[in-house]
């Protein structure tokens, strides 16, 4: 039986999962536990897993050794789409004591009440995915000055590349009520940015009669917060009434970050997406349009199974193209029990990882050239409590990395500063145009 003593936990993938740790680690600290570091000699350890990241399994060896390596006695339990997806590969990993699915991570506590660190393979408690159906809201809390705070779990869509709805399920979320009184929990805590996240975000509400834009214009309302920030959002779910809403809000920022995948209509059918790159264009001009001064980033896979040369060549003049802010480029990765499989056109992986590459730097060109676009504009900044290397850094509404010099006393607060040059960091130089920031 474990009961009390230390708990470490290692959170590996998206926001979602780092909200969903906090929670779970929350339900220790009621419960008694102390929380501390890996390298502390934890008496429980516990590894939220991600499906999408490459070599899941090389990682979830790596952290449990590591933290085996403090505290050979330490429980292990891991959690997380990895844990859903493969629960008995995990279970067989030297030192993992347990490994729990969707249904049931959110029970950890319960579990380790009848449990003792074990020999041999580890207990697996996961049930079909198909049977979880409950929303378990969350918010991410230890850092005042952001907070990721779901919105949303598992996805309907079943693209041809991605296991996420067979390690977290079907769409789902709770209320708009319920997830207001999850917002001011947050704010309570002293969050000055709420970024919404999830699995398919626009999904919001389907299962009972709301949506996002009914969502968003509720979170709008309340008091206490400086901004919220919308983390991504699929194009065909982007709708002008979400975009006009953001450019009137005073408290949505002009960011936006919206999954693409391929530049190529014939990959995007392939893929299983629900959309072709005309409404791409279209989704991206009319933000632009209504928020000129708009942040927009972009998520693109390299090397999917019949991408050819051309097909590429398509996708790197789109978003060479598309006046965009920053690319997030991967490269695809064969996934079990994906549709993908069963495309013979396999692209090479050198080619896949060139491909990346070369995405990658039209990314550091795009970043610079919006950071270019707003020097020498006033634009306010919520900044970070850490310091780094004598300066004092945050990020602008529409997603420009700031720095100033150390300065305590700006720590989580709004200061409206104007962007001056860049630096060797890739950060803006800037410099406080008021003496007063604005904090709440």
Not at 25 to 46: C, H, I, K, T
Not at 90 to 113: C, P, Q, S, W, Y
Not at 149 to 174: E, M
Not at 217 to 231: A, P, W
């Amino acid at each position: 039986m474990i009961s009390n003593g230390k708990v470490a936990f290692h959170t590996l993938g998206c926001k979602l999962n780092f909200a969903e740790t906090s929670s779970i680690a929350q339900s220790f600290n009621e419960a008694g536990y102390a929380r501390v570091e890996l390298d502390e000699a934890p008496d429980v350890v516990v590894v939220n897993t991600c499906s999408v990241t490459d070599n899941a399994d090389k990682k979830c060896r790596n952290i449990v050794r590591r933290a085996l390596g403090t505290n050979p006695n330490a429980f292990v339990a891991v959690i997380g789409c990895y844990a859903q997806l493969k629960p008995k590969e995990i279970a067989a990993i030297d030192g993992v004591d347990l490994v729990l699915g969707a249904n049931e991570k959110f029970k950890l506590l319960d579990h380790l009440k009848s449990l003792d660190k074990v020999d041999g393979d580890g207990e697996v408690v996961a049930t079909h995915i198909k049977e979880t159906t409950e929303f378990v809201p969350s918010f991410s809390s230890g850092d005042r000055t952001r907070t990721f705070l779901k919105v949303q779990d598992g996805c309907n869509y079943f693209c041809a590349f991605c296991t996420i709805p067979l390690a977290r399920g079907r769409s789902r979320s709770a209320s708009i009520n319920a997830t207001l009184s999850q917002a001011k929990a947050a704010i309570a805590e002293g969050a000055k940015e709420i970024v919404l996240t999830g699995v398919n975000i626009g999904d919001f509400g389907t299962t009972n009669g709301e949506d996002f834009l009914g969502l968003i214009s509720e979170l709008d309302k309340l008091n206490g917060v400086e901004r919220f920030r919308i983390s991504s959002i699929e194009p065909n779910l982007l709708s002008n009434e979400i975009i006009d809403f953001v450019a009137t809000s005073e408290k949505f920022v002009p960011h936006f970050h919206i999954p693409l995948q391929s530049g190529s209509d014939e990959i995007l059918k392939a893929m299983r997406r629900r959309y072709l790159s005309d409404l791409y264009r279209d989704r991206v001009e009319r933000i632009l349009h209504k928020m000129p001064d708009a942040a927009i980033g972009v998520d693109v896979i390299t090397g999917f199974p019949g991408e050819s040369d051309e097909h590429f060549e398509t996708t790197y003049r789109f978003l060479t193209e598309l006046p965009v802010a920053y690319l997030h480029a991967f490269t695809y990765s064969e996934r079990a029990n994906t549709t993908a499989l069963r495309i013979e056109d396999i692209v090479p992986v050198n080619i896949r990882q060139e491909r990346t590459k070369m995405l990658r730097i039209l990314s550091q060109k795009k970043r610079r050239a919006h950071y270019d676009q707003h020097l020498g504009s006033v634009r306010e900044v919520l900044f970070e409590a850490r310091e780094n290397d004598g300066k004092i850094e945050g990020y602008t509404d529409n997603y420009i990395r700031v720095a100033l010099p150390y300065d305590e006393a700006l720590v989580n607060c709004v200061v409206p500063v104007e962007l001056v040059s860049h630096t060797d960091e890739g950060v803006v130089a800037a410099r406080s145009v008021h003496s007063h920031s604005r904090a709440i």
